[in-house]
Each structure stands twice: as C-alpha cells, then as structure tokens.
C-alpha cells in the first residue's frame, strides 16, 4: 500500500471558486488510486485535539490501510470545504460529499425527535449520553432518516456545552440582553427567549471572528470545541453550565452506500462501529484535557455549586414542555431515563 494523503487539498476551497465545487472536487483525489471509490468526509471542527477530528482521522487511517485498492477516503476538516448546515446535506445528497458528521443540533431538519439532544439539562454527563445513543429509540431516530437520500450510521461524542459571553455572567437573568450565536435549533432559540436574549444563527467557521468583533456578545460549545477554536480568547469569562451537549450523527450518502458490495458495507459499518466505540471513549480524555487548558488560561471559568446551578436549571428547563409535542414525551422519558416533563 503506498502512503495516503487523508486530508485533502487546502485549495480545494480556491478552486471551487474558479471551477464550481463539482469540478474542484473531482480533481481532489489526493493520493487516491485508480478504481477505488472516493469516500469525502466533510468537517468544520480541527483535525488534531478534537474528538471528531481525530475520529476521523482515525476513520480515514483504517478505510485506506483495510479497503486499499477499493474505498479511498479524503477528510476536509475546518469547514475546509463545507459549514455543517443545508448546503452540506444538499451537498451529500447529490453525491459530492460521501460522509459528515453534523452536530445534533443541526438535524432537526431530519426528524423532530433529534431536538431531544438538544433539551437543556437532559443529561447528567457524557455516559448518560452515550447510554440513551444504544437505545432502540436513539438508534430509531437514526433510522428515521431513511428516504431523505442520507443514512445515520453512529453517534459520535464530544462535550458538554458551556456559556460564554464578553461580560461576567453570574447567573441567568444576566444574559438577558444579549446576543448569543446559535447552531440554528428551535430548542436553542427557545431557551435563549426564557433567557430574554437575542439570537443569531451562525456557522462555526464564523464563530471567533463575530466573538472577536462583538458581532455577538456570546456563545456556548464544548470544551474542545472552544479550546481548538480559541473562543475563550475573545470572551471575558466562560460558565461552566454543562447545559446541554455538543454530539454527532455520522451520516453518509444512501446512494453511495447502497451502492456497495454488500460484504463491503458491512465490513465498512464495522470499522465504523469500531472507531465509534474507541473515540467516544477518547472524546472523554480530550475534554478534560482541553478543559485544563481553558482553566490555565486567562480567561476566568465560574464553576457552579448545586445552587447557582439550580437557578439555571429553573430557568431553562420549561423549554421541555415547550417542545413535548413536537418530540414526544415518550422519546423524552427515554432519554431522561424516566424524569418527566414537567418536573
Ligand atoms: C457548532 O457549530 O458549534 C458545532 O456544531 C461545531 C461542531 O461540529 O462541533
């Protein structure tokens, strides 16, 4: 097996400009053999001291060391070639990006249900996340993307999320007032209008620029997420809420993955599988570690007792009832292991 480029071209972006993404594409077929399928995994997160990207990377490293001469795949991390939103799934959907891993909050688009991912307070911690992901009900809603011409094939980890604006923010009512950049899922925007803040949908490419700028006073994401993309270096503190959770829905093409040998895809799910179960595991260790890293930094962290915790979670919690309808309240019980709605 000769050496593999895994990540593609830096200038791919360029050259979409010039040539239209089509065609750029076609060209990138960085270290990739005559007659193996071309596999490209689109991604907005940094490739090294992240959970997705080095899920991926890992990903990638197995398919061209295991599938060599067949399946060739090609990461384009940082939002290198795509932001996670529509144009992305328009994108899979006509089959120039074989495989993404989108954040939750970005699937509603998919099926209702996935906004129970979204509910703030849900879960207790990573495991409890990761536990609700094997039940028949997570793996459904997975399945519920069946006909929209992409397939969900895993979940894959990261953190939980955390506040952070360009003001002190001791407790709730001290958000009111300003404007948090969002993923873009009703549930978010709900909770920010009990919050009395304003809102602004926004790709995570953007994000530092609009923190830097004051375009918007705020934002909320992982450990990882705001360590690998330095946000804390243009906020003036970070709470440590763990409100909600940033996590993924591995999805691919169902064109190109029906379009595989039956013993291939197969083979193909289980490494997959495979990579879930480690780097799920991993995404524990990255965010303690860039956990670390944020808390050596300047940037002062307000780490929460039960009760300035509990204000948060008085706050926020409504949003539950709110969505009930549209998620449903057995989907919730699932998820929460039982608490119910109205609590
Ligand atoms: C965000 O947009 O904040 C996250 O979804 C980015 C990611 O993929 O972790």
Request: net charge negative; hydrophobic share 40%; glycine share 10%.
């Given at each position: 097996m000769r050496m593999r480029q895994i990540t593609g071209l830096i200038g791919?972006?360029?050259?979409?400009?010039?040539?239209?993404?089509?065609?750029?594409l076609a060209a990138d077929t960085s270290g990739c053999q005559d007659g193996e399928r071309v596999i490209r995994f689109?991604?907005?997160?940094?490739?090294?001291?992240?959970?997705?990207?080095?899920?991926?990377?890992?990903?990638?490293?197995?398919?061209?060391a295991e599938?060599?001469?067949?399946?060739?795949?090609?990461?384009?991390?940082?939002?290198?070639?795509?932001?996670?939103?529509e144009e992305l799934f328009a994108a899979m959907q006509a089959g120039e990006v074989q495989m993404a891993a989108p954040s939750l909050a970005k699937m509603s688009g998919f099926s209702k249900g996935f906004q129970v991912f979204d509910l703030p307070f849900m879960f207790r911690d990573m495991i409890h996340v990761i536990d609700f992901t094997?039940?028949?009900?997570?793996?459904?809603?997975?399945?519920?993307?069946?006909?929209?011409?992409?397939?969900?094939?895993?979940?894959?980890?990261?953190?939980?999320?955390?506040?952070?604006?360009?003001?002190?923010?001791?407790?709730p009512g001290d958000v009111a007032g300003l404007r948090f950049r969002i993923q873009g899922s009703p549930v978010e925007r709900a909770?920010?209008?009990l919050l009395g803040a304003d809102v602004q949908k926004m790709s995570f490419s953007k994000v530092f620029g609009a923190l830097e700028s004051g375009e918007v006073d705020g934002q909320e994401n992982s450990w990882s997420n705001i360590y690998t993309k330095a946000f804390h270096t243009v906020q003036h503190s970070i709470n440590e809420t763990n409100h909600s959770l940033i996590a993924y829905a591995l999805i691919v093409s169902t064109d190109f993955w029906q379009g595989l040998p039956r013993r291939q895809r197969d083979q193909l799910?289980?490494?997959?599988?495979?990579?879930?179960?480690?780097?799920?595991?991993?995404?524990?260790?990255?965010?303690?570690?860039?956990?670390?890293?944020?808390?050596?930094?300047?940037?002062?962290?307000?780490?929460?007792?039960?009760d300035a915790r509990q204000l948060w979670v008085n706050t926020l919690r409504p949003v539950w009832q709110q969505f009930e309808g549209e998620i449903g309240a057995g989907?919730?019980?699932?998820?929460?292991?039982?608490?119910?709605v109205n609590q």
């Open positions: 791919v972006g360029l050259l979409t400009g010039a040539l239209g993404t089509d065609t750029a689109s991604h907005v997160t940094a490739e090294t001291g992240h959970p997705k990207g080095r899920a991926a990377k890992a990903l990638a490293e197995r398919v061209n599938f060599d001469g067949t399946l060739c795949m090609i990461i384009y991390p940082n939002a290198e070639l795509y932001s996670d939103n094997y039940t028949d009900e997570a793996q459904g809603l997975l399945r519920s993307m069946d006909g929209t011409g992409l397939t969900g094939l895993a979940y894959w980890m990261n953190g939980m999320r955390q506040i952070s604006a360009n003001r002190a923010l001791e407790a909770y920010y209008g799910n289980l490494v997959i599988q495979e990579v879930t179960h480690e780097y799920n595991g991993f995404a524990f260790q990255l965010d303690e570690v860039n956990r670390s890293k944020v808390f050596e930094s300047d940037t002062p962290v307000r780490v929460l007792d039960a989907l919730i019980a699932a998820a929460s292991g039982g608490a119910v």
